[in-house]
């Protein structure tokens, strides 16, 4: 009896040392966290619908080995996030391009007024456009851009008076969410504010601020509601706001061929259109909040249109002047390739 007890104890310790030889065999399954500086409130369509998916969807491509964490707060100001990704103070961005005047100037083509009010088809064409015509002019250095997009593009909220004409603009102290916006506005008479848009609901609470150009999304979340007594929509929009899902460029080249390839499938186009089809449903509760909050809901009509086309045209001069200035020999040419990529987007090519 004892002789088949230590035969068995031998066995047993036969089997421990080949499983711990087995497992020294086989390196750990090797995971690379990224940290995400978020700055977009509880509830926000663009965090609830695409990005948190995305982040999961990244760890189910890279097949666990690539992991993306969400930092408590965001890291740095709303406005130096392309800096905080750029400088590795987090590796996973969205930062807004218009919050930095003057670093985005060829791109700045996709905030001329009237390019396009369908964010699920402007946001991919500018993606595409990017990549095809402006990457090489080395604007996004520092970072890797894995999405360029836009979200539902800006329309009008203010506290004072409707906007039935380009006369109704003139005083009007508005927030603007980017160059483009401020060059718009001031070409319309209003008084342009550039301010981030967590800091709307204090200014124009406290009476700094009579309105805000924002996508009509956003006015729920960040409470504005009750301060926005009139809304103007403008067809094919006034601007639109360029956002950047961006990642740290030495993190990104730190990662396998195999994890790259993967991440950019479930990024780019595809996340630019989805970003555009979130924020439908969104933009529908604002309206129906206002609504029932008894507030004015306008959609500027065809004089109104015809009027700003007119007021708003030497915003593509300027934009051309500044390009010329990056290097771009024939700005016209740009401008014509993004309606282009615009016009086969929305034909499904």
């Known amino acids: 009896m004892i002789d088949h007890i ?26 690379t966290v990224l940290r995400h500086s978020n700055w977009f409130p509880e509830g ?7 990005i948190d998916p995305w982040k999961d969807e990244v760890a189910k491509v890279t097949n666990g080995r690539v992991k993306i964490e969400t930092l408590p707060k965001v890291v ?24 930095t005047p003057g670093r985005f100037d060829i791109l700045e083509v996709g905030e001329l007024p009237f390019m396009g009010d369908k964010p699920e088809v402007f946001g991919p064409a500018l993606h595409r456009f990017y990549t095809k015509y402006t990457a090489q002019y080395g604007e996004y250095k520092g970072v890797v851009p894995l999405a360029v997009f836009v979200v539902a593009p800006p329309q009008l909220f203010n506290s004072k008076r409707a906007l039935r004409s380009v006369a109704d603009f003139k005083g009007l102290k508005i927030r603007s969410n980017s160059a483009g916006t401020t060059q718009a506005l001031t070409l319309l008479g209003a008084v342009p504010v550039a301010k981030p848009a967590t800091e709307t609901y204090e200014l124009m609470a406290g009476g ?3 309105g805000t ?9 960040f409470k504005l ?21 961006a990642i740290n460029e030495a993190k990104w080249n730190s990662l396998s061929k195999e994890d790259r390839e993967a991440i950019m499938k479930i990024s780019g186009e595809v996340f630019a259109r989805n970003i555009g089809l979130a924020y439908g449903p969104g933009n529908e509760a ?30 593509e001069v300027a934009w051309a002047e500044r390009a010329r200035k990056k290097g771009v020999a024939d700005p016209q040419k740009l401008l014509d390739a993004l309606r282009t990529e615009v016009a086969a987007v929305e034909a499904g090519r």
């Not at 926000?44 to 695409?50: A, F, L, N, S, T």
């Not at 150009?213 to 979340?221: G, T």
Request: glycine residues 6%.
């Open 208 to 210: 700094v601020l009579d």
């Open 286 to 315: 604002t309206w129906e909040a206002m609504r029932k909050a008894g507030k004015s809901i306008e959609t500027a009509g065809p004089a109104m249109v015809a009027e700003m086309k007119t007021t708003l045209k030497p915003m």
């Open 213 to 221: 150009v924002m996508p009509p999304e956003s006015i729920l979340p």
């Open 76 to 99: 740095g100001s709303v406005p130096g996030q392309f800096d905080v990704a750029r400088d590795g103070q987090a590796d996973i961005v969205v930062f807004s391009n218009g919050y």
């Open 225 to 245: 509601v009750e301060h926005s007594n009139f809304a103007t929509i403008i067809p094919g929009a006034l601007t639109n706001s360029i956002l950047t899902l």
């Open 6 to 31: 230590r035969a068995r104890c031998r066995e047993l310790a036969a089997l421990t040392v080949i499983a711990a030889s087995l497992s020294a065999a086989t390196p750990a399954l090797a995971q």
């Open 44 to 50: 926000q369509v663009m965090r609830v619908k695409v």
